[in-house]
Nanobody
Framework: EVQLVESGGGLVQAGGSLRLSCQTSGYNFDDYVIGWFRQVPGKEREGVSCFSSVNERTYYADSVKGRFTISRDNTKSTVYLQMNSLKSEDTAVYYC?????????????????????WGQGTQVTVSS
């Protein structure tokens, strides 16, 4: 069974930085795509970033472009999300998700409904 565990969330001042980690297990890391999503209570989940292996492209939501960076460490089966210049509107629960179809092209739907496995989420709170 594929498992995903997020870590690295916390409380940070506006303008600060955090690095989120998504540790995966139970599957060949190279055979699936990892995406990052976030959700605020009362609002729809939105895609933040993902990397598409099939076309070797990285995607970012317009709201985070230039501030967030996604990266992978294949030896550790881990995906990272480096978040810089954080704003109060970045406050949310952040999730990583796995799509096991290696031909999946991200981004898919904005909600990530195509993804097969999800982590438990990690809270990011940005104080203003």
């Amino acid at each position: 069974e594929v498992q995903l565990v997020e870590s690295g969330g916390g409380l940070v001042q506006a303008g600060g930085s955090l690095r989120l980690s998504c540790q995966t297990s139970g599957y060949n890391f190279d055979d699936y795509v990892i995406g990052w999503f976030r959700q605020v209570p009362g609002k729809e989940r939105e895609g933040v970033s993902c990397f598409s292996s099939v076309n070797e492209r990285t995607y970012y939501a317009d709201s985070v472009k230039g501030r967030f960076t996604i990266s992978r460490d294949n030896t550790k089966s881990t995906v990272y999300l480096q978040m810089n210049s954080l704003k109060s509107e970045d406050t949310a629960v952040y999730y990583c998700a796995a799509e096991i179809d290696p031909y999946f092209r991200c981004p898919g739907s904005s909600s990530g409904s195509e993804y097969d496995y999800w982590g438990q989420g990690t809270q990011v709170t940005v104080s203003s």
